[in-house]
């Protein structure tokens, strides 16, 4: 467990170049786009598309993926409700950090605990925090299983498998939920768009 407010003696260090600033250097504002959803659901294929098309519109993102980060910053934590909580709160510093630097921060990680999901937008200012629910019935992600963990899951050689058995709890107060249409899933382009439109919306692309 890392140690945490364990420090003393800390002080903060205002420096000139300040969020402002950097937002007028990019043309653009930055936010936490938190994707969480099932494994399977599609979380990082919409990051992915999401950076891509911001990034034809030159406008500067980067994807935090969990299972990335869990190769360096996060290879010490396993998969019990402390360390996902821990997994989330080192990802939530991250990301915020990223948007003060002036970034489009997307996250995409199951993050199934709503508490810990919470604490991230909690770190954030207000409006900042864009939480995407990845509205995908388990049938669908199982379906696809494209790492075969949900087999490995079923077949008890994984223990505490989100959706499985370890709980996922859905978001409250979403900001964008993406789910099928007619029975389908829409595309990644559309998926990403949803996205696009409510960061214009917004005003997050543009200083
Ligand atoms: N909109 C979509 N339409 C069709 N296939 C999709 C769509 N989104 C994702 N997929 C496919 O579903 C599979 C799972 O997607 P993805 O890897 O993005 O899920 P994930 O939520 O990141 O899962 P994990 O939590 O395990 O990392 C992939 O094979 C991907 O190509
Ligand atoms: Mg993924």
């Known amino acids: ?6 420090s003393t003696n800390i002080f903060w260090q205002e420096c000139s170049v300040g969020k402002l600033d950097r937002q007028k250097l990019l ?12 494994s399977g659901s599609g979380k990082s294929t919409l990051a992915c598309t999401l950076g891509r098309e911001l990034h034809s519109r030159e406008k500067l993102s980067y994807v935090l993926d969990g299972d990335n980060l869990r190769h360096g910053l996060n290879k010490n934590l396993g998969f019990t409700a402390e360390d996902r909580a821990e997994n989330i709160r080192r990802v939530g510093e991250v990301a915020k950090l990223f948007a003060d630097a002036g970034l489009i921060c997307i996250a995409s990680l199951i993050s199934p605990y709503r508490r810990d999901r919470d604490s991230c937008r909690a770190l954030l200012p207000d409006a900042s925090f864009i939480e995407v629910f990845m509205n995908m019935p388990l049938e669908l992600c199982e379906a696809r299983d494209p790492k075969g963990l949900y087999k490995l899951a079923r077949a008890g050689k994984i223990k505490g498998f989100t959706g499985i058995d370890d709980p996922y709890e859905r978001p409250l107060n979403c900001e964008i939920e993406i789910k099928p249409e007619n029975g389908f899933c829409p595309p990644p382009s559309d998926m990403a768009r949803q996205v696009l439109t409510y960061l214009e919306d917004k005003g997050f692309l543009q200083e």
Not at 1 to 6: D, E, I, L, N, P
Request: glycine residues 16%.
């Open 1 to 6: 467990m890392a140690s945490v407010g364990k």
């Open 27 to 38: 043309k653009q504002k930055g936010c936490v786009v938190w994707i969480t959803g099932l």
